[in-house]
């Protein structure tokens, strides 16, 4: 009897220990992914090429091109669609704008707050 109750204690500890150091993992977890997030999206002193490389890689450039009528192909024509507000109405759905790259895909938050940031520093080249 005295034996039995010896070990449930050792079990009851060994549980606890086991919880609390998985309560541990996943709060470590849940802060190294915060950190990430504020980590990567770097919005000090966005110039040209870094907007560049936003239209690319979200394949803005492939209907944008020179003959569009919008057209996204060159520092002039990015910056005038920036500016007159048509960009960020575009790409944040707003309405009265086409949503760009269409109706159910937003780019990612990373690369809003990017162009955002661009315009807001005075579309730098
Ligand atoms: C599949 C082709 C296609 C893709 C991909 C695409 N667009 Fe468009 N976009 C269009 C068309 C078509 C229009 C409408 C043109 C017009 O207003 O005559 C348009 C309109 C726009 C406008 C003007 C919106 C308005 O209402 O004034 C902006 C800004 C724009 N696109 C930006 C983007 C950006 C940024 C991306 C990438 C995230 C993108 N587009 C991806 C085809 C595309």
Not at 52 to 75: E, K, M, Q, R, W
Request: aromatic letters at 4%; hydrophobic letters at 35%.
């Amino acid at each position: 009897m005295k034996l039995m109750m010896k070990k449930s204690v050792f079990l009851l500890v060994l549980l606890i220990l086991t919880v609390s150091l998985f309560v541990q993992c996943k709060k470590d977890n849940v802060e190294s992914q915060q950190q990430n997030t504020v980590n990567t999206c770097d919005t000090t002193n966005v110039t040209y090429s870094k907007i560049v490389s936003i239209l690319s890689t979200n394949s803005c450039i492939g209907c944008h091109g020179s003959s569009a009528s919008v057209p996204l192909n060159n520092y002039d024509n990015v910056k005038t669609v920036a500016l007159s507000g048509r960009l960020v109405g575009a790409v944040e759905h707003l309405s009265g704008y086409n949503p760009m790259p269409n109706s159910s895909q937003k780019i990612s938050e990373c690369d809003r707050k990017t162009i955002k940031a661009w315009i807001n520093q005075g579309t730098k080249n």
